[in-house]
């Protein structure tokens, strides 16, 4: 069993060394170095700046949108990145099906308190937003008003992208 002392693994999943330093801004995820942290920034900058920025935050995440389903795309990173900043978060594990797109709509909707949502594991393999979610009429009504008081809709996958003004409908 691992010391107290010891410190946390990096999160680059390509590295294995202990993560002796802290993501400066949102304070949920380390880094070995520098290198592993410039490594990781394209895939953290949406969650890093989405937590950091409001002490208020509040966090929807839905995990299982990648070819394995739950769990399998560092959800549990995540969740230790949203509780070292000391954000509140509730995760939604969801498996793939044809009404996804209105039912998380329909959460965001019904549950005013998220301030933002993060949606994780979009990859080879997995949903694709734009066809899966971006043209589903039901998801745009019950988004869009959501995203126009300000929620943020964030999406971490192997092929990360961040849609800071998403939806622009």
């Keep these: 069993m691992a010391s107290s002392s010891n410190p946390p693994p990096c999160h680059n999943p390509s590295c294995s060394n202990p ?10 995820l380390n880094f070995c170095g520098r290198d592993c942290q410039s490594k990781l920034w394209n895939s953290h900058k949406a969650l890093c700046k989405s937590i950091a920025c409001d ?10 949108m990648g070819p394995l389903g739950p769990g399998e795309f560092y959800t549990e990173n995540v969740q230790n990145a949203l509780r070292g900043s000391g954000v509140e978060f509730a995760t939604v594990n969801v498996y793939k099906g044809s009404g996804l797109p209105a039912q998380v709509g329909s959460v965001l909707r019904e549950v005013d308190r998220f301030t933002s949502c993060i949606v994780l594991g979009w990859g080879s393999g997995g949903c694709d937003i734009e066809k899966e979610f971006g043209n589903s009429h039901d998801f745009r009504e019950l988004i869009v008003p959501w995203v126009q008081k300000g929620g943020r809709f964030i999406v971490q996958g192997e092929n990360c992208q961040y849609y800071g003004e998403w939806p622009e409908w």
Excluded: E, V
């Design 55 to 64: 002490p208020d935050a509040t966090c929807l995440l839905i995990d299982g």
């Design 19 to 28: 993560g002796t330093l802290r993501c400066s801004k949102c304070k949920g």
